[in-house]
Structure formats: structure tokens, C-alpha cells
């Protein structure tokens, strides 16, 4: 038998790494995949698309039964030769591998098309990301992988066994993989693996500032106080900067710690930055002092010109 054609490699978005575990460079087929049988002395079964069966088999006019999967196709045209050899003196049996259906990993969350991706023989983690679309701007800064440990444990230092004993669970870091900073985490990714992209925390930025809201941390643990106000579009002409500060939720309970922070003097550098966790909000409040200045330089100019002037107060 021969092998028709080299399953088609896919072309990774995301920069290419080491290897550190070996695995197949040839596909064998599974389950539900198609194939392509060509066999020039025979017309009832040559160029003919067949569906492996659940039990694993195809069945063929003349052969009958041929366990296929777990074969690759130059196995599976030598096991039908050696049936076609009852009847046809050297047998050619050409197989080649028109849909794959067996190999499914699961892509889930902060990708730009979750859903199922076919391995197609040997893909890395890094491939199946970016044939998921790579991962949204909204992502979090953990990629966690689960594998049935019937194709071994994952090779990341991290991994480690669920309560069931049946998978192996492990994770990387988001930044880490778009970066490329540790070719060791491109690991190959094996049938039936769930890919999960966690979606990024928010901080939130309120008061008196031109763009309040949350922010999403995406790949960073945490982000500065100055980084959110930024974000927030800066103070408004009404905050009070000096009293400003960081309520940070208290776990186990529904209540929020307040952290002071003088944004006024981290804006001339005179203090340091502070770093704001997953759910903090930064509160601008607003100086009673300003508000009435503003509220009297608008009446005057309405006076003047007749006009009124809506400011964002």
C-alpha cells in the first residue's frame, strides 16, 4: 500500500516552539473519519469515499471487515492488499484520508471562535490556538489544558491529577504563549484535550473622572493605579485627586476595605504607584470646592452670552 498524501499542516499565527514530547508524523485514522480508497483492478470499490464505523472498521465489496483504525494509511492499503491477494495477483490498494472525525480537541473561552478542532495528526498548542482564531483582548492570564491521562500525564511542571484519577489538568500563562517566552509550554496536543482560555478580571475606576467603568486586566495579574486612571481618561475637572482611594473586596465577606492613595502626588511623582488587583475600584471624589466654582463660571458666562454651557459635572 502508499500513502496518498501527507496530512495538510496548519500554519500557526503564533510563533513556533521546541517540541518536548515525540509524537506521530504520520495520522492514523479513527473513528468516523473518510477516506479515500483507490484500487485501479478493482472498479466497485476504487475511488470511492467510506466512513469508518463506530467499532473502528470499514466494509468493503470482495475484502468484508478491515479493522482500520489505529492505522495509518499506508497500513490500512497493506491490510486490504493482503485480502485483495485471494483474488488479484500484486494488488495496489491506495488510501488516502478525506476528512478527519476522530482526533476532536475542545477550545473554550477567550479565543475568537471557540468550539472543535480537529488535530489532523500532530498539532501543538500554540497551532490549535491560533486555529481557534488566537485569543480575544478580553482574555485572563491562564490557558488551562485537561487530558485524559489515557495518553499520559501533561508535560508541564504544573500538572497535576483531578479528584477522579482519570485526567491530567495543568496551565500556562497566557502571556507566556503570546510572547513565546518558554518554548516548553508549546506542548503537542493530543485527541479528545480541553483547551480553556480564561476570560480576564476587571478593576473599576468611578467618580470624577471622564470615563468611568471597568478595565479588563487581561494578561497582567494586576495593573497601577495611574495605568487605570489612564484608561478612565484621566480626572475631571471637578476630582478631588488628593483623596482618592482603592476599596478592596474582603474575602468571605460582602464588605470592602478602603486603601488611601493621593493621586495627586503619584501624578508629580512624589509618591510611588500603587498596583490594583482583580475586582479593586479606584474612587476619584468629587471637591465640593471645584463644583461651585464650575457651577459659578458657568452661570457668569451664560449672563454674558446668553448661551448655556453643559459641562460633564
Not at 495543568?170 to 503570546?178: D, L, P, R, W
Request: with cysteine; aromatic share 4%.
Amino acid at each position: 500500500g502508499h500513502l496518498d498524501a501527507t496530512p495538510p499542516g496548519s500554519a500557526s499565527a503564533l510563533p513556533q516552539a521546541t517540541q518536548v514530547e515525540s509524537a506521530p508524523s504520520i495520522y492514523s485514522v479513527g473513528r468516523c473519519d473518510r477516506d479515500t480508497l483507490f484500487v485501479p483492478d478493482v472498479p466497485e470499490i476504487s475511488d470511492k469515499a467510506m466512513r469508518i464505523d463506530m467499532r473502528g472498521e470499514l466494509n468493503l465489496p470482495l475484502v468484508g471487515r478491515v479493522h482500520a483504525a489505529g492505522l495509518t494509511a499506508a497500513e490500512l492499503g497493506a491490510a486490504i492488499e493482503a485480502r485483495l491477494c485471494k483474488f488479484l495477483k500484486d494488488p495496489e490498494a491506495i488510501v488516502s484520508i478525506a476528512e478527519f472525525r476522530s482526533q476532536p480537541v475542545s477550545v473554550l473561552g477567550a479565543v475568537a471562535t471557540p468550539g472543535v478542532q480537529q488535530l489532523e495528526g500532530h498539532k501543538t498548542l500554540f497551532e490549535i490556538l491560533s486555529m481557534a482564531g488566537g485569543l480575544r483582548p478580553d482574555a485572563g492570564n491562564t490557558v488551562k489544558i485537561t487530558r485524559n491521562l489515557q495518553w499520559g500525564a501533561i508535560p508541564l511542571p504544573d500538572a497535576k491529577t483531578d479528584s477522579t484519577g482519570q485526567y491530567s489538568v495543568a496551565s500556562v500563562s497566557s502571556k507566556s504563549v503570546i510572547d513565546a517566552t518558554d518554548p516548553a509550554e508549546n506542548i503537542v496536543i493530543k485527541p479528545h484535550n480541553v483547551i480553556s482560555v480564561s476570560k480576564g478580571d476587571l478593576v473599576y475606576c468611578v467618580g470624577s473622572v471622564n470615563k468611568p467603568g471597568g478595565f479588563v486586566l487581561g494578561q497582567n495579574e494586576s495593573i497601577s493605579a495611574l495605568q487605570v486612571l489612564s484608561l478612565a481618561e484621566g480626572l475631571n475637572k471637578t476630582a478631588a485627586p488628593d483623596r482618592a482611594k482603592i476599596m478592596r473586596a474582603v474575602p468571605g465577606s460582602p464588605n470592602r476595605t478602603e486603601i488611601a492613595i493621593n493621586l495627586k502626588q503619584l501624578m508629580g511623582g512624589k509618591a510611588p504607584d500603587l498596583p490594583l488587583q482583580s475586582d479593586d475600584i479606584l474612587f476619584v471624589p468629587n471637591s465640593a470646592a471645584k463644583s461651585v466654582a464650575a457651577r459659578t463660571a458657568e452661570a457668569a458666562i451664560q449672563v454674558a452670552t446668553g448661551v448655556a454651557i453643559y459641562g460633564r459635572y
